[in-house]
């Protein structure tokens, strides 16, 4: 199960499909592969050995592509970065994982200190003058290096991705998939996708996240082909769906949203879409029906986490636009039942628990090692939503047991916020919890309380936070309040902290 094999057998069985387009370039499958091949060579030649880890923090474009699939077939495990990740976000990404070398944007190397920097730091794009960085163009123009001396394919335990999931206990934790697990999974998602040659997807949502690396696999497994965005424009995922004439088009709820209030969207040609497929988090029925009035294109739900990546979708073949409140049924080799949250006892079909899943597809542990495991003894999955599997299987979730806050499909840790905020000199006291938004699903809302003498205001606080944390982490609203409701152990009262937060919006 050596997941590099995914793209090189694509290679070899259409070698001038097209594999990729980026902006104007076309890549084919042979091109990409050898691109592949010849920098897992000169990574190689650099000092980059198997069994270790390299961080990759590179934007949806080529290059990401390029050092994932040279980096797994060097069994080398990629630590998946995101570029819209901070100072203090990329210092805790690299303390947990230790990588022993980096390929990633001149941004964000320099947001790190120099000293953090590990030995082999490869650049994309423009940079500036660095005697310690080697450029990712310079490795691709690099005459050939020796060859690789394979020893072996890789094994299905062996390590292949660390993406980072956020927990409620703190700062992301970083999920270990292996060349098994990631395989399964890709090859859920493009049974589920009902992914083939003829297909042609695209690849908004960014390649850092466990649905890219599976978005990307899957296209690959079928000989399709993908195009990728550097950013989300509406009118330029239209403008190629029309150009491309995609086939298939994977959103999340912001997505969607921008996509139904499109301006003049029943005159853009999307006749070549067999469907668009939404995941993340539950479909917002009343977005889905309108934009399926305006273009008369359907929806397919989905769901799944970063530790087990595809739990349940709507088969594309039974595409039923009234189960819109369903995220589907259970996913090829998945099973997925409701549980007793207090308890390991699984509940009849049609009670509401917590939803917990089995599957090959799922992650093989933890960084830090010490972070508690969401597994039952038996293998059950605790997804920590609640909801409920009828007698045919249909899943429906309606509501959360965790802490965390799902922004844009992102999931956001409140005590990652609450420990930057409690920085400010503004604040006494502070807690965080998710409040819905029509638009992301759910945004950051602080509850403060301030410092002796503070004037400090809602706006003052959130631009003071900004430039702490990636985007999709910045608070859309601040609360004050005399006193955080605590238990007598001191946790926060999270549930009365959103009543009083639901009172003061209402």
Request: net charge negative; aromatic share 6%; proline share 6%.
């Amino acid at each position: 199960m050596d997941y590099g094999d995914i793209l090189f057998d694509a290679a070899h069985a259409h070698p001038e499909s097209v594999a990729m387009w980026y902006l104007d370039e076309v890549w084919s499958y042979s091109r990409l592969a050898s691109a592949a091949d010849h920098l897992g060579a000169q990574l190689y030649r650099c000092g980059v050995r198997p069994g270790t880890r390299v961080a990759l923090c590179v934007g949806n474009e080529p290059a990401w592509v390029i050092s994932f699939f040279a980096l797994a077939r060097l069994r080398v495990s990629v630590v998946m970065v995101s570029t819209a990740w901070r100072g203090h976000e990329l210092r805790h990404c690299l303390e947990t994982t230790r990588p022993s070398a980096v390929i990633a944007t001149a941004d964000s190397l320099a947001r790190l200190d120099e000293s953090r920097w590990p030995d082999l730091c490869v650049v994309v794009g423009d940079s500036t003058a660095n005697g310690r960085w080697t450029t990712f163009d310079s490795l691709l123009a690099a005459a050939p290096a020796p060859e690789v001396p394979w020893s072996r394919s890789a094994r299905a335990d062996d390590e292949l991705a660390l993406p980072f999931s956020s927990g409620t206990t703190g700062l992301p934790k970083a999920v270990l998939h292996t060349h098994g697990s990631l395989t399964v999974a890709t090859r859920q998602w493009r049974s589920a996708l009902d992914v083939g040659p003829a297909d042609r997807l695209q690849a908004v949502t960014p390649l850092s996240h466990i649905l890219g690396i599976v978005n990307v696999g899957a296209t690959f497994l079928g000989g399709a082909a993908i195009r990728l965005f550097p950013r989300f424009g509406v009118a330029e995922m239209v403008d190629g769906i029309e150009r491309d004439r995609t086939t298939i088009g994977i959103t999340v709820a912001p997505i969607a949203s921008a996509l139904t209030a499109m301006p003049a969207l029943e005159s853009r040609d999307l006749s070549s879409l067999r469907y668009l497929n939404w995941s993340a988090t539950p479909i917002n029925a009343d977005i889905a029906r309108e934009f399926t009035h305006r273009t008369g294109v359907a929806w397919q739900p989905a769901y799944g986490s970063t530790e087990v990546p595809i739990l349940a979708v709507s088969p594309v073949d039974r595409l039923d636009q009234s189960r819109l409140y369903s995220v589907g049924r259970a996913a090829d080799a998945v099973e997925v039942e409701a549980m007793d949250p207090d308890s390991t006892t699984v509940l009849p079909r049609g009670s509401t628990g917590e939803l917990v899943a089995r599957s090959p597809a799922r992650m093989a542990g933890y960084l830090p090692e010490s972070t508690p495991s969401p597994f039952t003894a038996d293998g059950w999955y605790r997804t920590g939503d609640l909801g409920s599997v009828d007698a045919d299987g249909w899943i429906v979730i309606s509501g959360r047991l965790k802490e965390l806050i799902k922004v844009s499909g992102y999931q956001v840790s409140p005590v990652e916020i609450e420990t930057v905020l409690s920085r400010s000199p503004d604040v006494a006291d502070c807690a965080v919890v998710g409040i819905p938004d029509e638009r992301r699903g759910e945004i950051p809302c602080a509850v403060v309380v301030r410092a002796a003498g503070s004037s400090a205001d809602e706006r003052s606080l959130i631009e003071w936070l900004a430039p702490e944390l990636a985007r999709y982490k910045r608070l859309g609203h601040v609360v004050f309040v005399d006193e955080i409701p605590r238990s007598a152990s001191g946790k926060i009262l999270r549930r009365r902290l959103t009543e009083t937060v639901s009172g003061r919006s209402s």
